[in-house]
């Protein structure tokens, strides 16, 4: 059974960085593009960022330029590093495999605030 532990969210300033890491168990990590998506309260989830098994990358126009999405595939480990912060961010982030498939993980909440 493939679990996802998501971790490294938080409250920031507008402005701030903060570093999402997910742990991946139960799958052929490696196979797999990763992706990072979001939900905000009372909207759709979506994907923001996506990894493939090669290492190219792909990001929603809303983070273009301040996020970035990496792997380490030895540790089956996907990281969002997000800068630049800005309300609009604020929401549970979750990671899955692309296209999403399976359970999503518990996720972790950023909340963006001043």
């Known amino acids: 059974q493939v679990q996802r532990v998501e971790s490294g969210g938080g409250l920031v300033q507008p402005g701030g960085s903060l570093r999402l890491s997910c742990v991946v168990s139960?799958?052929?990590?490696?196979?797999?593009?990763m992706g990072w998506y979001r939900q905000a309260p009372g909207k759709e989830r979506e994907l923001v960022a996506t990894i493939t098994t090669g290492g190219n990358t792909n990001y929603a126009d809303s983070v273009k330029g301040r996020f970035i999405i990496s792997r380490d595939n030895l540790k089956n480990t996907v990281h969002l590093q997000m800068n630049s912060l800005k309300p609009d961010d604020t929401a549970v982030y979750y990671c899955n495999v692309v296209p999403a498939a399976g359970f999503w993980g518990q996720g972790t909440r950023v909340n963006v605030s001043s």
């Open positions: 139960g799958s052929a990590f490696s196979l797999n593009a």
